[in-house]
């Protein structure tokens, strides 16, 4: 049969057409070196940062350096299945994580992944968003003004928590850092009777960096003994994961709390803790040939941090009013609050909270030193009612601990000196907290009220906190209408005042007789 050359062309180009149909565009590359958790990767000329990329037998990575002539990738699994001259290829999307309350009750790894035994997680396409997120801009926030109740007493009286603050907790470790996000976690159960689709309930996001096992299951513990998981996310990168997870560990929880956040939810999440981040992303980085700087660190490690804390704000009512208020903890060697790490996270933080060993050991807990700790947000996250007790309460202490360190070396003692060093002596008993045992505001305000009126002067040091636990077991069983006027009217008004100086009269007559 004589076939016509036009209708060879017609077959021909059909066929061209059909198969053109069918080709899928893959950017394959090659690895060229692996080992320490990283790779270089040649070939991958339309790579994105932060990219995922796919090394095949289920072991996926990150594109974090793109260089003229490879791509250096940080591995999210064992390099022990990855060998020279594996075909790689890109995903096209960049590393992201699920959101949505369903994560809520539940201890995920960095990738997002259920690592509590419970099974997993089921979430939609829609429900997955990308680990690094756009701060929001300067119009798109409001003023911190919406106190977040912490419920230990030290720091809602004198360092007031804010809803979209970035609170920094410093310290030496075992101080009791990671004890004080507990607690306010634990607090927050009363803001939605802790349940998380209650929108009135502040979720609570924990990420565990470079921890042991055994401490996060203690957290989880913690948590679940004291009703607040339900509501809590744990984002856990223990430090038997890859320097890989850990890093990315604090972006993947803020991730989570964004969400939440642009859903007009209020969010608080701690970073436990960013010094074991910094270290992880200096080992990724050095292994990726980024030139050292100070201590060792890259130099965009205050860019780490930065870009980090910086997603934390209170959204303006035109974004729906939600918040994220991120407390990160910095462990300090020796006090040393001058390292290149601390002094990055101070200066991004909207104040500190600082822990001192000294405090701990002498039995003063929680060892907030009110001298160093300072919250730059203020009264604006206060309550009026606590404004108004808490206001002097600050330089009260800085008095005595002054005067009883002068008091140490001379005998005679003016009636001023003497009754400053004895309230002194009081309230630093009144702030003493047990761990777990978070009070509502309006009990720390006529505990303290108490305290800075001069009602606590006559009763022996060594019985303040046996008399202070009476007090308000009393005031709760007689007197729960004065509770409920400062919890729901939150101002400081002379008929309360007057009530509280009955209440706590009547208390005492009782208690000294």
């Avoid at 990315?248 to 969010?267: I, N, P, Q, T, W």
């Avoid at 040939?289 to 490690?301: I, L, N, S, Y």
């Amino acid at each position: 049969m004589d076939l016509k050359p036009s209708e060879v062309a017609t077959v021909l180009k059909a066929e061209i057409e059909g198969f053109q149909g069918k080709m899928q565009k893959s950017n394959v590359g090659t690895v060229l070196m692996v080992g320490d958790g990283v790779a270089r990767v040649h070939g991958l000329d339309e790579c994105m940062m932060n990219e995922m990329l796919d090394f095949g037998n289920g072991i996926f990575g990150v594109a974090l350096n793109l260089e003229e002539d490879n791509v250096g990738a940080v591995l999210l699994g064992a390099d022990s299945a990855v060998k020279e001259g594996d075909t790689v290829r890109t995903t096209g999307r960049i590393i992201s994580v699920p959101t949505g309350l369903q994560l809520c009750g539940r201890v995920v790894d960095s990738l997002g992944r259920a690592v509590d035994g419970k099974g997993d997680i089921q979430v939609a396409d829609s429900d997955m968003r990308p680990i690094e997120g756009r701060s929001p801009s300067v119009p798109e926030r409001q003023p911190v003004t919406e106190p977040l109740q912490t419920g230990i007493k030290a720091i809602d009286a004198m360092i007031p928590i804010g809803r979209g603050q970035r609170e920094l907790i410093i310290g030496d470790r075992q101080t009791g850092k990671t004890a004080l996000i507990l607690d306010t976690f634990i607090n927050q159960k009363s803001t939605g009777g802790g349940d998380p689709n209650n929108k009135d309930q502040v979720i609570c996001i924990y990420v565990a960096v470079g921890q042991k096992q055994s401490t996060v299951k203690g957290v989880v513990q913690k948590l679940e003994e004291n009703g607040a998981l339900p509501y809590t996310i744990v984002v856990s990168a223990p430090a038997s994961s890859e320097a890989s997870m850990q890093f990315l560990s604090c972006y993947a929880g803020a991730a989570m709390g964004e969400r939440l956040r642009d859903e007009g939810r209020h969010v608080v999440i701690a970073y436990d803790d960013l010094y074991k981040q910094a270290l992880a992303y200096r080992q990724v980085m050095l292994l990726l040939r980024r030139p050292p700087g100070r201590e060792a660190f890259p130099g965009d490690v205050f860019n780490l941090h930065s870009r980090l804390l910086e997603r934390a704000a209170k959204l303006s009512d035109a974004k729906g009013g939600g918040s994220m208020t991120a407390l990160p903890v910095v462990e300090t060697q020796e006090g040393d609050v001058s390292a290149y790490i601390p002094t990055n996270v101070i200066s991004i933080t909207d104040g500190q909270i600082f822990v001192e060993s000294s405090l701990f050991n002498a039995g003063q807990r929680p060892a907030v030193n009110a001298g160093i700790s300072v919250s730059r947000v203020g009264g604006s996250a206060q309550i009026p009612a606590m404004k108004k007790n808490a206001g002097g309460l600050r330089i009260q202490l800085a008095q005595f601990r002054e005067l009883a360190a002068f008091a140490q070396f001379g005998s005679d003692l003016d009636k001023a000196t003497q009754a400053a060093i004895t309230r002194g002596q009081r309230m630093t008993e009144v702030l003493k907290q047990a761990e777990y045992e978070p009070l509502p505001v309006e009990e720390q305000i006529v505990i303290i009220y108490a305290g800075t009126s001069g009602a606590l002067d006559d009763v022996p040091v060594e019985r303040v906190i046996e008399f202070e636990k009476k007090y308000l077991a009393f005031v709760r069983a007689n007197h729960a209408d004065v509770l409920a006027t400062i919890r729901d009217g939150k101002k400081w008004t002379d008929e309360v005042k007057a009530k509280c100086d009955e209440m706590v009269k009547a208390f005492k007559g009782e208690f000294l007789a």
